[in-house]
């Protein structure tokens, strides 16, 4: 089983629709969680922590369930601008804590 | 948010030469920085964490001895790719950190060996 594991997607949806993204981790000793996006040739960039009592930044709300060891990302009124991969990442924990494991990413296309 | 510069950001090499890439924290003093790489269609893979002062520690199946890490100063590692062969054609990213929880990312530096 991957440490990490995404939706495969790829994602495609009109501008103004609303999409969710799921991720499982296997680590149950993983402590911090978080998003980035990543564009085409580009370094992944932090979109946002997440934190055990969800939070919300804009358009964007991060959920985490400890119990379930799920993470999801929902994204509100589409733009255009939002086309990019989606990584979930996990800090592994532990002696290893630091580290950073990511999802294979999860393709989203934001269309006219 | 904190910066972090890649040189050179592309590199096209001869099989059997190496390359080094460095990587910069131009705001912050970062006591660990991490080195990945990225496979087309894949996502980052941890290669190795490397402390300022000390030896680099290496995730599993990544050879040390082909991959010379440096770091050197709180602001400067070095990757070096020793004998470049096509398979290690890859995008390579880098990261520091001051805390261990919050990463800044480099633009990355696309190696292409023929």
Same mark, same amino acid.
Request: hydrophobic share 30%; net charge neutral.
């Given at each position: =089983?991957?440490?990490?594991?995404?939706?495969?997607?790829?994602?495609?949806?009109?501008?103004?629709?609303?999409?969710?993204?799921?991720?499982? @981790?296997?680590?149950? +000793?993983?402590?911090?969680?978080?998003?980035?996006?990543?564009?085409?040739?580009?370094?992944?960039?932090?979109?946002?922590?997440? @934190?055990?009592?969800?939070?919300?930044?804009?358009?964007?709300?991060?959920?985490?369930? =400890?119990?379930?060891? @799920?993470?999801? #990302? *929902?994204?509100?009124?589409?733009?255009?601008?939002?086309?990019? %991969? @989606?990584?979930?990442?996990?800090?592994?924990?532990?002696?290893?804590?630091?580290? *950073? %494991?990511?999802?294979?990413?999860?393709?989203?296309?934001?269309?006219? | 948010?904190?910066?972090?510069?890649?040189?050179?950001?592309?590199?096209?090499?001869?099989?059997?030469?190496?390359?080094?890439?460095?990587?910069?924290? *131009?705001?912050?003093?970062?006591?660990?920085?991490?080195?990945? =790489?990225?496979?087309?269609?894949?996502?980052?893979?941890?290669?190795?964490?490397?402390?300022?002062?000390?030896?680099?520690?290496?995730?599993?199946?990544?050879?040390?001895?082909?991959? *010379?890490?440096?770091? +050197?100063? #709180?602001? #400067?590692?070095? #990757?070096?790719?020793?004998?470049?062969?096509?398979?290690?054609?890859?995008?390579?990213?880098?990261?520091? %950190?001051?805390?261990?929880? %919050?990463?800044?990312?480099?633009?990355?530096? =696309?190696?292409?060996?023929?």
């Amino acid at each position: =089983r991957k440490e990490v594991e995404q939706d495969p997607g790829p994602f495609n949806v009109p501008e103004g629709a609303t999409v969710a993204f799921n991720c499982t @981790y296997s680590n149950s +000793a993983s402590q911090s969680f978080f998003w980035y996006r990543q564009d085409c040739r580009k370094e992944p960039k932090l979109l946002m922590s997440v @934190y055990s009592s969800g939070n919300e930044d804009g358009r964007f709300t991060a959920q985490l369930n =400890r119990a379930s060891q @799920y993470i999801s #990302l *929902l994204i509100r009124d589409s733009k255009l601008s939002d086309s990019a %991969t @989606y990584l979930c990442v996990v800090n592994r924990g532990g002696t290893s804590y630091g580290k *950073l %494991t990511f999802g294979q990413g999860t393709i989203l296309t934001v269309h006219p | 948010g904190a910066v972090v510069s890649q040189h050179p950001s592309r590199v096209i090499c001869k099989s059997g030469t190496s390359v080094k890439i460095e990587c910069r924290s *131009l705001d912050f003093q970062a006591t660990t920085m991490f080195w990945y =790489r990225q496979f087309p269609k894949q996502s980052l893979m941890l290669m190795a964490t490397s402390n300022e002062g000390s030896k680099a520690t290496y995730e599993q199946g990544v050879e040390k001895d082909k991959f *010379l890490i440096n770091h +050197a100063s #709180l602001t #400067l590692s070095t #990757l070096t790719v020793t004998s470049a062969h096509p398979e290690d054609s890859s995008f390579y990213i880098c990261s520091g %950190t001051e805390s261990t929880d %919050t990463q800044y990312f480099g633009p990355g530096t =696309r190696l292409t060996v023929l």
